[in-house]
């Protein structure tokens, strides 16, 4: 069997695991059948909960295989895991740095785990230091490296001797653009030089579509499997590109087409455009369509893998539901129609958020250096840049948490560090990771952050039902909030961030390691609560979600790099206006020539 | 002001879910107070009972049987060998198997009939210097006994001045009596310390610190939500310790209800103010559980528990002021056994109103000023 080639053969295979908490059985993985030709590089892709890593971790030889077989380089999982273990490297989702040990000494521990010799060790060392660069960072302390840097310094681990697989669990989430470039040619080099096979789960669809093979995945089934290119097909004739002809954020466009459920996939602003996908039903000239496009051009394109992927998504969806998909469309935009009109006129020119030279010194570490920009009423304004760039810093000052060095800041008329508590209502926040009490239910989770809101009685009942309602939380009110999937983890946040109804929310990395379905959904929330006057600040690593953004600014190294809306960005990035928008291209382009000046102003300090 | 009161009232609320609605946890709480209270009740114990001792009787008289035999019937002591000669002595106490030995010189009787100072030799294995000192006072007690019934019988003139010693408050000298007490306070102490050592440090680490202080809490509210519930459960265990001491060991409480438990909460305070101090500087959880261990054992040591205070070098015991429970020990004693009221032991409260009113805003102003 192994002749043809196929690293990993999987067949009938079924998993299931008993809840302790309820006593049920959940059933984690049903049916799965794969074929993976060695020296190939497959994706598993998926919502959360589809059994992307449980599957990784069967073919790790890491839980017995109870239904069904599972053979890896020709061996039998069942038989023989540790002979699996032996040659395939597993990296999962949190590997297991040892923070106070420097890069060198997690190598070597690494290399003494897998009984490496010290031969191999020397050449191994040098290659892996090659692709990964860190071989100037030796001597630093793991937990002192940006959380790029890390993720590298995890896969050379992983990669201390030479597997015959690879596997991959979500390696990219929480890393910046450049450092997922990186990420990645690491692993195409691999792949080509040593013949590796590599199998990676991942939530990033434009990273699946550079892998030979996709299965998408979906609540413990393969929906689909091919290549990208066969999987967009299921797109095929239905992707189009709407231009706007007024000066309007390309999001209201696109919040009118995700309302016309009943004809439109899906619709994301892409380049400064809408993209969105029709049903097999509805024509692109239909006149209710041409309506909601209200003019707007309409050109058809070819399809992503991402529109193939929303197009199997939404057929599973209302295949199960039996009615237009809820999980999506559900959101009340009731506020988004009605909202604009609320708030329109003198108010959006109100200035909520000034930050004027601000610095913020860590001893002689500068993480944020003089910062200047200012936010209106009802903007949605984007913080991007690398790991490390300063945009957690410059956000955790906003929001009062940190103090600035020096230079101003008002957030709402205050600055949140130095004024009355009271000044605190105005504002909402949802942290990067999940931080509400875990072993709280979703129910009193919301009653105490309501009452931390002076909330009480009659309206902490009514904002509680309002919000569970808003983000789908019924029949989650007694689950232990450390217990919801991540997926609604982030709706509970949400929920709990503008249980008081802020005028300023503040959203750290919403999105990071959520999957494609889940940050539609999100974004569908933000706009309508922008348009319904709610002002947004937010850090992001995905760079296409800065087209959600009305402006952004890019920080590198704790410096304001770029301010503007994306269109405006795309400008300083030195593309031409009316060329379609790349917010990743414009990001890494913006990113790459500050730091080749600074290592000039460097060099010429240095000769001076 | 209701307002106030409310938010207070919700993070207690909130606290309190946190700390109890995990079954496992309120076991913690609860059972390691209740085995402890029964185990220092019964093991933690200087009394002496059942001491082992030799005779080297060389009179051989009418005498000192009788004087050996007021030692058995005291029920403290009981004979484990008789030696025949003075070698075998050494013999009986380094291998451990007499606490003491008795020696009767051979003219023992005689002198005492010729109205003679008489020498009676006790050797005693000092090695375990509380159960020898006890033992001693044992012997001399008898023996003074003796000595005044001697003079009675024998004529001798009037009885020569005794020492007559009395004990108050623990008449028998029961430990028991004197250690119950202080553990309705150290008890609680331990638990009270690592309860609120963790609690923000723990809020820190998962992140939900921030979300709190995003709120329009002040930090002042929020040191107050975060002490009430330890405080809370710190006087249940300490009502629990208190059951146990007055219902099944019945040691007697002379003091009234209200001076003791008016008492444990001042001590409560102080206690959570070095326990949230502790929380506030630490960067996680970890480090939270390190200082509070670090502290809880030399607290526990220079609290007068097991040695008396002024039994310790001077520098040390200007360090005992910052130390809570050796004044909570001393307070809920004197309430306790002696029954005095807290205006008897206001320089008790004094020490602790202080360290509480240090610790406390300190704790508050860390919480937005340590920067992790």
């Known amino acids: 069997m192994n002749a043809a080639g196929s690293a990993v053969q999987v067949q009938g295979l079924h998993k299931q695991f008993l809840d302790k908490e309820s006593g049920r059985t959940i059933v984690a993985l049903r049916d799965i059948n794969l074929a993976i030709p060695a020296g190939t590089i497959s994706a598993f892709v998926g919502p959360d909960g589809a059994g992307k890593t449980t599957l990784l971790r069967l073919l790790a030889g890491l839980l017995r295989v109870e239904t069904g077989s599972i053979e890896v380089l020709g061996v039998d999982a069942k038989r023989d895991p540790q002979q699996i273990q032996d040659r395939i490297s597993y990296m999962p989702q949190r590997f297991g740095l040892y923070e106070d040990l420097s890069v060198q000494e997690n190598l070597d521990l690494y290399a003494d785990l897998h009984g490496v010799g010290a031969q191999a060790r020397v050449e191994r060392y040098a290659r892996l230091m090659e692709m990964t660069g860190l071989a100037k960072f030796t001597e630093r302390p793991a937990g002192k490296l940006s959380g790029g840097m890390k993720q590298k310094l995890g896969l050379a681990c992983t990669l201390v001797r030479s597997p015959e697989l690879l596997l991959l669990d979500e390696p990219t989430v929480g890393v910046d653009p450049l450092s997922r470039v990186e990420l990645w040619e690491i692993v195409e080099q691999l792949r080509h030089d040593e013949h590796l096979t590599v199998i990676i789960s991942t939530a990033y669809l434009d990273e699946a579509e550079r892998c030979a093979q996709v299965y998408v995945m979906h609540e413990g089934e393969v929906l689909a499997h091919g290549t990208p290119q066969a999987l967009s097909d299921h797109a095929r004739g239905r992707c189009f590109m709407a231009r706007s002809p007024s000066k309007q954020p390309s999001r209201l466009l696109q919040s009118r087409l995700l309302d016309a459920d009943d004809m439109v996939i899906d619709a994301v602003p892409q380049g400064g455009d809408v993209r969105f996908i029709l049903n097999e039903q509805t024509q692109s000239d239909a006149l209710c369509l041409r309506k909601i496009l209200d003019g707007a051009r309409v050109e058809e394109v070819s399809p992503r893998l991402e529109d193939g992927f929303m197009v199997l998504m939404r057929a599973k969806l209302h295949h199960d539901k039996g009615e237009t998909d809820a999980s999506l469309a559900a959101v009340s935009l009731s506020k988004s129609v009605t909202g604009a009109d609320a708030c329109g006129g003198a108010a959006r020119d109100e200035v909520m958020i000034e930050v004027r030279d601000l610095v913020r010194k860590f001893g002689d570490f500068i993480a944020v250096n003089s910062t200047s920009f200012a936010v209106r009423r009802g903007e949605i304004f984007g913080l991007l840049g690398p790991n490390g760039a300063g945009k957690t810093t410059t956000f955790r000052m906003l929001c009062g948490l940190l103090p600035a060095t020096s230079g101003f800041l008002q957030v709402a008329g205050v600055n949140l560090r130095t004024a009355r508590a009271n000044a605190r209502r105005r504002i909402g926040y949802v942290s990067q990771k999940f931080s509400l009490y875990g072993n709280l239910s979703v129910k009193e989770n919301l009653e105490f952050f309501g009452g931390a809101y002076g909330l009480r009685g009659q309206r902490l009942r009514q904002r509680i039902a309002t919000v569970t309602e808003q983000f789908e939380l019924h029949g989650l009110e007694r689950t232990p909030s450390g217990h919801l999937p991540g997926g609604f983890k982030q709706r509970l946040a949400m929920a709990v961030g503008l249980l008081h109804e802020p005028d300023i929310l503040f959203l750290d990395e919403p999105t990071s390691g959520t999957d494609p379905l889940a940050r539609r959904e999100f974004w569908r929330r933000i706009t309508a609560l922008a348009n319904a006057g709610v002002t947004v600040i937010i850090t992001t690593h995905f760079l296409d979600e800065a087209e959600y953004c009305d402006r952004i600014v890019i920080q590198d190294a704790g410096e304001l790099k770029a301010l503007g809306t994306p269109r405006e960005v795309w400008v300083q990035a030195g593309h031409s206006a009316t060329s379609p928008l790349n917010m990743e291209k414009a990001f890494i382009d913006i990113v790459n020539q500050a730091r080749q000046s600074a290592q000039r102003n460097d060099k010429e300090v240095a000769s001076a | ?372």
């Open chain 2, 1 to 372: 002001m209701f307002a106030l009161l409310h938010r207070i009232f919700i993070l207690c609320r909130k606290e309190l879910l946190a700390i109890l609605k995990d079954p496992s946890s309120r076991i913690v709480l609860i059972m390691p107070v209740f085995i402890q209270s029964f185990l220092f009740g019964y093991a933690a114990t200087y009394d002496l009972t059942n001491a082992p001792y030799a005779v080297l009787d060389q009179s051989r008289s009418a005498v000192s049987t009788e004087l050996i035999s007021k030692l058995e019937s005291s029920g403290v002591f009981h004979r484990v060998a008789n030696l025949t000669s003075e070698h075998e002595i050494a013999e009986a106490i380094d291998s451990g198997e007499a606490l003491l030995v008795l020696q009767f010189g051979p003219s023992f009787a005689e002198d005492l009939y010729a109205g003679k100072e008489v020498d009676l030799q006790v050797i005693l294995d000092a090695r375990n210097s509380n159960s020898a000192g006890s033992a001693a006072a044992y012997i001399n007690a008898i023996v003074a006994s003796f000595n005044q019934q001697w003079r009675q019988s024998h004529g001798g003139g009037a009885p020569a001045l005794s020492i007559e010693a009395r004990s108050w408050y623990n008449p028998n000298l029961e430990t028991r009596w004197y250690f119950m007490p202080s553990m309705i306070a150290s008890l609680a102490f331990l638990q009270t310390l690592m309860l609120t050592a963790l609690s923000v440090a723990r809020e820190r680490e998962q992140g939900t610190f921030d979300q709190l202080l995003v709120t329009p809490m002040s930090p002042a509210e929020i040191m107050i939500g975060k002490a009430v519930p330890p405080i809370m459960i710190g006087l249940v265990q300490s009502t629990i310790v208190m059951m146990v001491t007055l219902h099944w060991f019945h040691v007697p409480m002379a003091g009234s209800f209200i001076s003791l438990y008016l008492g444990l909460i001042f001590f409560m305070i102080s206690c959570v103010g070095v326990g949230l101090a502790i929380s506030a500087l630490s960067a996680n959880m970890q480090q939270a559980m390190f200082y509070a261990f670090m502290l809880s054992m030399p607290l526990m040591l220079l609290s007068g528990l097991a040695t008396p205070v002024r039994n310790m070098p001077m520098p040390i015991q200007i360090l005992t002021y910052a130390n809570p429970l050796r004044f909570a020990i001393d307070l809920i004693q004197r309430v306790y056994l002696e029954g005095v009221s807290l205006m008897t032991v206001w320089h008790d409260l004094v020490p602790l109103f202080v360290i509480a009113a240090l610790t406390l805003p300190w704790a508050a102003w860390l919480f937005r000023h340590r920067l992790v």
